[in-house]
């Protein structure tokens, strides 16, 4: 098993190592990718250095896998140079998620829908893939009418260089900025750029990507993406309304035996998701799991998880997992 990491300096790209020795991926060969300011470098995985490759060669060697965390552009340019070698792609950037011919995959989901014929596949947003791990199974025995989500997200899901502005800023330090306005001791109502109708790209990410995964476009949504001085993970609050009413006590057992997915809803004890307890995890965590009263049908949720892990990495192999294990590659 040849596998290619395209992105292996970034952020996301060394998690990826970190969660490929983890969970012990059958790597035969390893060929790491960065940009051309990085070629030459070496990088560690499972005690043997290996030295950062071009794009061009990387696609010379024909791996039967190639893990993407390098951004929109190169995906768009280079995905289909992979996948014309015969190469597998599985892309953690936003370039392919609304491409009606790209499958765009959280594996406890849809993972099903997967085929040989995929050469591109879609890993989704971090935000929309820990929200959709706890509503789909609700959105199957409930059906969701809408969705109102407020999201608390991680500077990590910004990279690097906001988490030096962030320590920047606490050791009074000049440097250079992610963001506008400082973000230490602050929040941000501005995750990614806005569009024309008011809304930033994260937040209609939530809309659009939600739609495609649950495969229902009358689902309501919107939303709300904050960025916040937090390292660990993203938290949401999600209000749901139902077609039909739902008992509170089944709703939880429902989400307990959800795979990857961890409830944590015991205010008597102070227990609920944060992200400083979710950081390095691969679960979603669920919890403060209450009806809202000012609505019929209605519930209040908050989750969280590790927007590098499971948001990000952890679900881009186990799309990969699943390809192995059902001979798709």
């Not at 280079?78 to 015969?86: I, L």
């Not at 608390?152 to 306005?181: C, F, L, N, W």
């Amino acid at each position: 098993m040849k596998v290619a990491v395209v992105g292996a300096t970034g952020m996301v790209g060394a998690v990826m190592l970190q969660v490929l020795e983890e969970r012990n991926f059958p790597v035969d060969e390893l060929i790491l990718v960065a940009s051309a300011k990085s070629t030459g470098k070496e990088i560690s995985f499972k005690g043997k250095k290996y030295k950062i490759v071009s794009l061009q060669d990387a696609v010379k060697q024909k791996p039967d896998i190639a893990l993407f965390s390098a951004g929109g552009d190169v995906s768009l340019e280079w995905a289909p140079k992979f996948a014309s070698v015969g190469t597998t792609v599985v892309d953690n950037s936003s370039a392919w998620r609304m491409d009606k011919s790209k499958k765009l995959i959280v594996p406890e989901i849809n993972a099903h829908l997967l085929s040989k014929e995929d050469k591109i596949i879609a890993n989704p947003n971090c935000s929309t893939i820990q929200m959709l791990m706890v509503l789909a199974p609700l959105h199957k025995h409930y059906k969701i009418n809408r969705v109102v989500v407020s999201t608390y997200q991680s500077i990590t899901g910004t990279g690097v260089k906001a988490v030096r502005q962030m320590e920047d800023e606490r050791a009074g330090r000049e440097g250079e900025k992610a963001y506008p306005h400082p973000i230490d001791k602050n929040c941000l109502p501005h995750c990614d750029v806005f569009t024309d109708n008011g809304y930033t790209k994260e937040e209609m990410k939530l809309v659009n990507e939600t739609r495609k995964i649950l495969s229902d476009e009358n689902i309501r949504l919107t939303a709300t993406a904050v960025r916040v001085p937090v390292v660990g993970g993203h938290s949401e609050a999600v209000n749901l309304e139902f077609e039909q009413d739902f008992d509170l006590q089944a709703v939880r057992e429902l989400l307990s035996e959800t795979q990857g997915v961890v409830v944590q809803d015991d205010i008597d004890h102070n227990i609920y998701p944060m992200p400083i307890r979710a950081k390095n995890k691969d679960e979603v965590f669920v919890g403060r799991i209450r009806r809202d009263f000012s609505n019929p049908n209605s519930l209040n949720l908050w989750i969280v998880a590790d927007n590098l892990r499971k948001g990000a990495a952890t679900n881009t192999i186990q799309i990969a997992e699943y390809l192995l294990s059902k001979g798709l590659v």
